[in-house]
């Protein structure tokens, strides 16, 4: 429907908790994958560290 097309303030605002919730939940389960997977957790780690290293600013 064309009249849904325009953001009210209402929906900015449970798009931005919704978004909230996600990225809580995205890092929850980053940090339950790194305890689980140690190993992995440490190459991902080096391989960020190897990623800022050789970045140029």
Excluded at 25 to 52: C, G, I, K, T, Y
């Amino acid at each position: 429907m064309p009249e849904d097309d325009h953001e009210t303030p209402e929906s900015t605002a449970q798009r931005r908790a919704r978004r909230a919730q996600f990225l809580r939940d995205l890092h929850e389960a980053r940090e339950l994958r790194d305890r689980v997977q140690p190993r992995r957790a440490r190459a991902a780690r080096m391989r960020q560290q190897m990623r800022m290293r050789t970045f140029r600013w």
